[in-house]
């Protein structure tokens, strides 16, 4: 069900769709279920890129990188990279508990639910930190994941890996980085 403007309104919508046709519920990414198979990632990343020091991972409401952190719980660095105008982890991070958060910038449309999902925030607490990464970067590597491999990815697909070029975040010597690439809201427009 689609509705309103931002993740919450349209779950609102769902939820009555849901109710008034008797079909089961399915959250985007407040749900056990939905972090188990979001996980699923983590074990793909672990089987193809063995070895991995630190995994860099857009942030909307937690359900991956949830699922991501709770699968290497620890062995590997889970950084959660969000936009500036969108710090929904990020805040939540600082108060200690899923807070409502701003919605602004290019990826607000995925990136920005009014709060992050409160099955994932224990593990969010536990294993992920954050950084943040302003509209420019995130356009910047949108434009260089088409020049170097052709890859388009909408902005909030293209948020992890802006914070490795625009240096917010700087990996060690040596460390290794995956960096996880998503998103299916593309317009070739940067």
Excluded at 18 to 24: G, R
Excluded at 129 to 148: F, K, Y
Aim: charged share 20%; no cysteine; hydrophobic share 45%.
């Amino acid at each position: 069900m689609i509705g309103g403007d931002r993740y919450g309104d349209a779950l609102d919508a769902s939820r009555e769709w849901s109710a008034e046709h008797e079909a089961m519920e399915v959250h985007a990414f407040d749900q056990p279920l939905t972090l188990l198979g979001q996980g699923s990632l983590a074990l793909e990343l672990a089987e193809q890129a063995p070895g991995l020091d630190t995994v860099l991972v857009a942030v909307g409401g937690g359900g991956l990188i949830g699922g991501i952190a709770a699968y290497y719980a620890g062995d590997v660095r889970v950084v959660g990279v969000e936009p500036e105008g969108s710090p929904t982890l990020t805040d939540a991070l600082r108060a200690g508990r899923p807070v409502d958060a701003r919605a602004d910038g290019i990826a607000s449309d995925a990136l920005a639910p009014r709060q992050v999902g409160k099955v994932m925030f224990p593990i969010a607490q536990r294993y992920i930190e954050t950084v943040l990464v302003t509209d420019d970067a995130i356009r910047a590597a949108q434009a260089a994941l088409w020049d170097a491999a052709r890859v388009v990815a909408e902005p909030a697909g293209a948020t992890a890996y802006s914070a490795l070029l625009s240096g917010a975040y700087r990996p060690e010597p040596g460390e290794r980085v995956g960096v996880v690439v998503s998103g299916a809201n593309t317009t070739v427009d940067f």
